[in-house]
């Protein structure tokens, strides 16, 4: 049975918030740190534990500061100033990388040419198909991931929350070189409050 990518594209859509949390705050403030009873809260209504540091953090130093603000808003959690982050897949596994190496090379030849079609009606019908295809695995990229800064021109970085590699960061790449890096310190993976001292892009072993 061939699968209604377009259709799955549009499902998994649904997971972006574009809420009023989505916009970027009008200016930077301090963020108070969350209690206790805040955090389990927000941690089940988004089905997820967040990991050790950055729950320290929200804790003990702030819901926001260097990160994107975690807060409360009509339509509940969420990440302030974040409309990347897929709530709908926060609870699914972060695949590494070279999980889907293999996958992403063979969906880049698949991608149709008008030549192998015998009409535009027929081509434009497979190159939808296939962008729709091409849209849910650039999601699921990110699964089980928040994007906790915006490091400008496209770039993010991105903390894991689900998965065997709950509690690392990575760096979304996307927009230059295709990719998403995971961050280190001397070739070991950097921990929330070590990358906190840091800028992201000194920690992207390019």
Not at 161 to 184: E, H, K, M
Request: proline share 5%; with cysteine; glycine share 10%.
């Amino acid at each position: 049975m061939t699968a209604d990518w377009i259709a799955e594209d549009q499902r998994i859509a649904q997971g972006r918030r574009f809420d009023g949390l989505s916009s970027p705050p009008a200016m930077q403030v301090a963020s108070p740190p969350l209690s206790e009873a805040e955090i389990r809260e927000a941690e089940t209504e988004l089905g997820i534990a967040f990991p050790d540091q950055y729950r320290e953090y929200l804790l003990r130093q702030s819901a926001g500061g260097a990160v994107n603000r975690l807060c409360r808003s009509a339509a509940g959690w969420g990440w302030q100033g974040d409309s990347s982050t897929n709530y709908g897949l926060l609870t699914a596994d972060f695949p590494h990388p070279d999980s889907y190496r293999v996958y992403e090379e063979e969906l880049d030849a698949r991608e149709p040419l008008t030549q192998d079609f015998p009409d535009r009606n027929a081509y434009q019908a497979a190159w939808e198909q296939w962008d729709a295809e091409y849209g849910v695995f650039q999601e699921r990229k990110t699964s089980g991931a928040v994007f906790i800064q915006d490091n400008g021109c496209g770039f993010s970085t991105l903390l894991v929350v689900t998965g065997p590699y709950r509690g690392s960061l990575w760096f979304d790449g996307r927009a230059t070189c295709g990719q998403i890096l995971s961050l280190n310190v001397c070739g070991q993976p950097v921990s929330f409050m070590d990358w906190l001292a840091h800028r992201s892009m000194d920690l992207v072993g390019w």
